[in-house]
């Protein structure tokens, strides 16, 4: 049966009901008895499940880390050999097996400081980043994008050959620009919603797999 708040006059009506689909959410449980940071984990493992993206000893740049539920995943199945560097504008509690640099990745010296960290290419680039909603479709569409295309453009530079990366979108359509340098330099590149993703939720990920540039580069 579905949990109920008790009547507080001081909530906002979308403040209850966001408390009321977090207390009713499996998930949220979930995260809770596993020791998870935040449901979103379940997200990348579903992912991870089916395309197996995090390889033991994989190389992988978190961006838009906090609160770590992705940090958290990637840093168990990459294993002891792997490297799991998270970024965020925001405070990041220590995880086991993480390199954290508290930065705006739109903050024009983030690209350098991340390359310099990661002394090396990445196997994956991981990007839950997103702007703080403002209600108006179009323009929380545009600012998604933005983050998307940053984050595109970091993984393009920085990824190894055959390496993958994945992203955080709205429904609304992912710009057409992004989608055809990322088909140009991955060998496939498609939407996925885990299961995971609430159903009423306009998120979606941007998963390119097999990235090809830097294999003709060389």
């Not at 990348?44 to 958290?72: C, F, M, N, T």
């Not at 993480?98 to 002394?119: C, R, S």
């Not at 980043?129 to 393009?156: K, P, S, V």
């Not at 955080?168 to 055809?180: D, F, N, R």
Request: glycine share 8%; net charge positive.
């Amino acid at each position: 049966m579905a949990r109920r708040l008790k009547p507080d006059k001081q909530r906002s009506a979308s403040s209850r009901a966001w408390l009321t689909r977090q207390i009713n959410d499996p998930y949220v449980a979930r995260a809770k008895r596993e020791g998870f940071r935040s449901r979103a984990a379940y997200k990348l493992a579903e992912i991870d499940d089916k395309y197996h993206l995090l390889q033991p000893g994989a190389r992988v740049a978190d961006l838009g880390a906090a609160p770590g539920g992705w940090s958290e995943i990637a840093a168990r199945r990459v294993g002891p050999r792997g490297r799991v560097l998270a970024l965020d504008i925001l405070e990041l509690k220590p995880i086991a097996g993480v390199e954290f640099l508290q930065l705006d990745f739109l903050d024009e010296t983030a690209p350098a400081k991340l390359k310099a960290l990661l002394e090396g290419k990445a196997d994956v680039v991981l990007s839950d980043m997103a702007a703080n909603a403002t209600g108006h479709r179009q323009t929380d569409h545009l600012r998604i994008m933005a983050l998307a295309e940053a984050a595109a453009l970091f993984a393009r530079e920085v990824l190894a050959p055959g390496g993958a990366f994945l992203c955080k979108v709205l429904q609304g359509g992912t710009e057409s620009g992004l989608l055809a340098e990322l088909k140009r330099d991955f060998e496939t590149v498609k939407h996925v919603k885990p299961p995971a993703s609430r159903t009423d939720s306009a998120e979606l990920y941007l998963l390119a797999r097999g990235f090809r540039r830097g294999m003709t580069e060389q």
